[in-house]
């Protein structure tokens, strides 16, 4: 079974900027769509960004422009850069597969506060 580990979370003032990355237990190579989800406290999870075949990004209208999603398949690992950060970016981080994710992995709390 494909196990995600999400790390590189913590706490940020707002403008600040964070690198996520996401260690996966498969090689890359073999998925075709990867992407970073999130969960504010008290909502649902949600698809904030999507890299598809290694070219095509996707980004939720809330963090365009803002956060990257990127990949390095010789070690598994996906990458989520997040910048000018904003309160409302305060959630618990995840990657999956999209769109049909798997049993999700842990995730990193990204906390942006003053």
């Known amino acids: 079974q494909v196990q995600f580990v999400a790390t590189g979370g913590g706490l940020v003032q707002p403008g600040g900027s964070l690198r996520l990355s996401c260690a996966i237990s498969?090689?890359?190579?073999?998925?075709?769509?990867m992407g970073w989800y999130r969960q504010a406290p008290g909502a649902q999870r949600v698809l904030v960004a999507t890299l598809i075949d290694g070219v095509t990004t996707n980004y939720a209208d809330v963090v365009k422009g803002r956060f990257t999603i990127s990949k390095d398949d010789a070690n598994n690992t996906v990458y989520l850069q997040m910048n000018n950060l904003k309160p409302a970016d305060t959630a618990v981080y995840y990657c999956?597969?999209?769109?049909?994710?798997?049993?999700w992995g842990r995730g990193t709390r990204v906390t942006v506060s003053s």
């Open positions: 999956n597969f999209t769109p049909s994710p798997r049993s």
């Open positions: 498969r090689s890359l190579s073999t998925i075709f769509a």
